[in-house]
């Protein structure tokens, strides 16, 4: 029980972070034009190809420095500064929104942020939906990630808490699968209710990527 | 003055470009640029998190390449587990494909069934598929004995272990179903058509219409099922635990190790700018033989 709660709490604090994150800095991408803008893009978008295990080791010793072991903050603070991916997708999205409802909002006076938030961010509640069934997944099943940086048992998530409900009840089959059923179950029931958006993001990063 | 105006909103839309992106940079200063440095000074250090890093040099990469048999196991054992589960998972997707892409009564039921297990995904099914290769309860086995058969050690032979692992990543084949999928859909009919004129049979078809059609989307997957690939952790760390007899031992598993283990941070740091230099090699080879066998619509092959 605990672990859900912890898990629930991480996954929303995720799923946020990315949302308000991503879809800011997409913006930046999509309707404005800045110097350095392409570049920057580039460069964001390298970074996916960067094997995780090069920063892991040293995000880790910086969180220790910070005192965030055994906290959520390593887990779900990077989360609102946007992760490439996300901007990538949100980019693609706002790009198909026309030019002249931004403009018309800026001759009426309207700051970006405004334009942001009450036109672009309304507008795209699909692919927001897509990249919050995303974070979920990510978050939900994230288990290097609370295995770097959860050592107290009473911050676990459930995917630690499986692992060592493993370790304590080993070849007990119909008590682990009892257990697995349990932490899938929320995945599947976002999957049958939401099955439109799952299947929409997955094919627009792969056909368009 | 009007010259003057238009300046002004050029400038006035670059500092507003750069406070949205302001989050974005700091995201990427702090939690890639400075940890990729910093991993890299490391990577030249002696470091266990109580004493200072000490400096080494070329250390920890010599060591790796001459004294660490363990090092060029779990590098081959990666490169075997790529190796065989990218061209399996890029084969098997295409069919499966083709297969969901035909109008058949209840078509849409069985695309879901086979997209699902890419869904749910971690530790769970990690679980689920221990049982399920489990030499002496597992369904596998069990299912064999009854046919008299005496199912192998999926996972307890070092023979079938990474193959075992292998077979296991299929189970999430849908992933990459359903965008095969809508590349599919992308294909015009017109194509298909114009071959039947000309009295192509099935086989054909698929051979010259549909493949060369995908190339683009199969580049995309293998590109994608190569860097995951070089990932696989976590089947290892909750399956296996890198055996038998360092079978499974994947390179992730191994650096893992190495890092919050043997706290041998350095070492462990070395390992990743390895994984670094031959991801991006590997990235770099189908990057580069993409313009041998991906097709873009709108180029003139000749």
Known sequence: MRYTVNTVWITLLSVIGALLSSSFIAYAFAKLKWPGRNIWFVVLLGTMMLPPQVTMIPLFLFFKQLGWIDTYLPLTVPYFFGSAFYIFLMRQFFMTIPKELSEAAKIDGSTEFYIWWRIFIPLSKP???????????MAWNDFLGPLIYLNDPDQFTLALGLRSFQQQYGTRWNVMMAASLIVML??????????????????????KG | MRHKRVMKMSTREAINGYCCFSPGL???????AGPILYSLYLSFTNYNIYQAPRWIGLANYRIMLTEDPLFWKSMLNT??????SVPLNTVAGVLL????????RGIRLFRTLYFLPSVVSGVAVA????WVLDPNFGLINTFLARLG?????????????????????????GGSMIIYLAGLQGVPRSLYEAATVDGAGMLRKFVSITIPMLTPTIFFNVIMGVLSGFQVF????????????????FFAYYLYNKAFKDMQFGYASAMAWVLLFITLACTLIILRSGSRWVYYEGENPN
């Open chain 1, 186 to 207: 929320p995945t599947l029931v976002m999957f049958f209710s939401f099955q439109k958006y799952f299947i929409e993001g997955v094919t627009l990063t792969g056909v």
């Open chain 2, 234 to 249: 976590l089947q290892a760390y909750i399956m296996t635990g890198g055996g038998p007899n360092n079978s499974t031992m």
């Open chain 2, 127 to 130: 679980l689920l598929w221990q």
């Open chain 2, 149 to 173: 058969i005496e199912g192998p050690g999926w996972l307890t032979d070092e023979h079938w272990s990474k193959f075992s692992l292998v077979l296991m990543n299929l189970w999430a084949v």
């Open chain 2, 79 to 84: 490169l075997y587990y790529v190796a065989l």
């Open chain 1, 127 to 137: 692919a927001l939906a897509t990249l919050a069934i995303f974070t979920f997944m």
């Open chain 2, 26 to 32: 700091i995201g990427l200063i702090v939690f890639m």
């Open chain 2, 97 to 104: 494909a083709v297969l969901m892409n035909q109008s058949v």
